[in-house]
């Protein structure tokens, strides 16, 4: 049984920093690409950024761009994401999805498995 659980969310104030982890279990973890994904109050799911199941290949959304790092690893099945300058429109519950394949995609129906959630809330 795949089980993914988030880690690392809080409050913070605008213009600082946290790390998301993403522990992960119950199939080899390198062999899946994983990909964060958020949901603000009101609003549907959307993609933050995706990472390739050897870490080499990276994508992002454009509005964490330049702010936002994703890693992985392997050896700890465990994926990060670094968001440094947040502002108060990255509040929202973060989760992590592991996919279905190894390559990186951003749609959430490239991904079978999903963790509960962080929540993330960044006061102004």
């Known amino acids: 049984q795949v089980q993914l659980v988030e880690s690392g969310g809080g409050l913070v104030q605008t213009g600082g920093s946290l790390r998301l982890s993403c522990a992960a279990s119950?199939?080899?973890?390198?062999?899946?690409?994983m990909g964060w994904f958020r949901q603000a109050p009101g609003k549907e799911r959307e993609f933050v950024a995706a990472?390739?199941?050897?870490?080499?290949?990276?994508i992002y959304a454009d509005s964490v761009k330049g702010r936002f790092t994703i890693s992985r690893d392997n050896a700890k099945n465990t994926m990060y994401l670094q968001m440094n300058s947040l502002k108060p429109e990255d509040t929202a519950v973060y989760y992590c999805?592991?996919?279905?394949?190894?390559?990186?995609?951003?749609?959430?129906?490239?991904?079978?498995?999903w963790g509960q959630g962080t929540q993330v809330t960044v006061s102004s």
């Open positions: 119950g199939r080899t973890f390198s062999n899946y690409r």
């Open positions: 990472i390739s199941s050897r870490g080499f290949s990276t």
């Open positions: 999805a592991s996919g279905s394949s190894s390559g990186v995609r951003q749609k959430q129906g490239d991904y079978d498995y």
